[in-house]
């Protein structure tokens, strides 16, 4: 396990990239919410993320390049949005504030 502050310690991973980046990186290579898409790992998602500007680019990279057709990224796009905007915006209990609050500020 890797705690979200060391992150920048890790080979291939700057502090310039943000935390959208990173959960980007953790979604593509795989999660709960959305299907892993065959030969994309940890090290691929990374290399993907640091060299696409945006999701559309990067969905046209994997089609590009990496030789996924529409029919399959049609769906993967729709539900890699869905996990972005699960893992960016989810809400917890703060137990010292006693309420619930959006994990990451909106």
Same mark, same amino acid.
């Given at each position: 396990? &890797? /705690?979200? %502050?060391?992150?920048?310690? *890790?080979?291939?991973?700057?502090? $310039? $990239?943000? /935390?959208?980046?990173? &959960?980007?990186?953790?979604?593509?290579?795989? *999660?709960?919410?959305?299907?892993?898409?065959?030969?994309?790992?940890?090290?691929? !998602?990374?290399?993907? &993320? !640091?060299? *696409? %500007?945006?999701?559309?680019?990067?969905?046209?990279?994997?089609?590009?390049?990496?030789? +996924?057709?529409? %029919?399959?990224?049609?769906?993967?796009?729709?539900?890699?949005?869905?996990?972005?905007?699960?893992?960016?915006? /989810?809400? &917890?209990?703060?137990?010292?504030?006693?309420?619930?609050?959006? +994990?990451?500020?909106?």
């Amino acid at each position: 396990a &890797v /705690h979200i %502050r060391d992150i920048p310690k *890790c080979t291939g991973f700057t502090s $310039q $990239q943000s /935390h959208e980046a990173f &959960v980007t990186m953790c979604i593509l290579s795989g *999660c709960d919410y959305v299907p892993s898409l065959p030969s994309i790992g940890i090290k691929t !998602a990374q290399k993907l &993320v !640091a060299n *696409c %500007r945006s999701i559309p680019d990067l969905i046209n990279t994997l089609q590009t390049q990496h030789g +996924f057709s529409q %029919r399959e990224l049609g769906p993967y796009e729709e539900a890699f949005h869905k996990a972005l905007y699960c893992f960016t915006h /989810h809400l &917890v209990y703060d137990p010292q504030l006693q309420k619930i609050i959006p +994990f990451t500020p909106f």
